[in-house]
């Protein structure tokens, strides 16, 4: 944090946001914390984020489907990683699983299997119970489900 800038008028704050909110998805908490950063008082900021959410630069069910898709095609997390992320984002339940349940349960299994896949080349272990420990264990680390993971690797 830049202690040395002049903290931004309301109106200046606002401009920002939007141009921000403009360019990429952001949710209230992550407007709340630049409010922050922007020396805007805790009024000013609630006052900020509700006229964001008003005038639709907000939007949290949609700030949360382009997250999930986002992470998960690019960063191929899991959905325990995503809901986990967006849970810390304080973003409601509901819009979570919405969000959750729009991911391809053919895509999603595909996608693990292919990481498992990757990720089993890699490994030297020549103990089946430690290799599969091993795959367990970055399958969690993505976010994908226990059962799920096992399931796979029982497969392969």
């Not at 920002?16 to 020396?39: I, P, Q």
Request: aromatic share 10%; charged share 35%; glycine share 4%.
């Amino acid at each position: 944090m830049d202690f040395s800038r002049q903290p931004l008028t309301y109106r200046e704050a606002l401009d920002r946001a939007r141009d921000l909110c403009g360019r990429s998805e952001k949710c209230c908490y992550e407007m709340e914390l630049k409010c922050r950063e922007w020396g805007l008082s805790p009024d000013e900021s609630s006052k900020l984020t509700a006229s964001l959410v008003k005038d639709k630069f907000i939007d949290q069910q949609r700030y949360a489907n382009s997250f999930v898709n986002d992470k998960f095609r690019f960063n191929k997390w899991g959905r325990i990683k995503l809901a986990y992320t967006l849970r810390q984002k304080k973003i409601e339940e509901k819009y979570i699983r919405e969000a959750l349940s729009r991911l391809p349960e053919n895509t999603y299994h595909q996608v693990l299997k292919d990481l498992l896949t990757a990720k089993a080349k890699s490994i030297k272990e020549t103990d089946p119970y430690t290799r599969r420990g091993k795959l367990l264990a970055f399958a969690q680390s993505r976010g994908f489900e226990v059962d799920l993971t096992l399931k796979i690797i029982e497969g392969m």
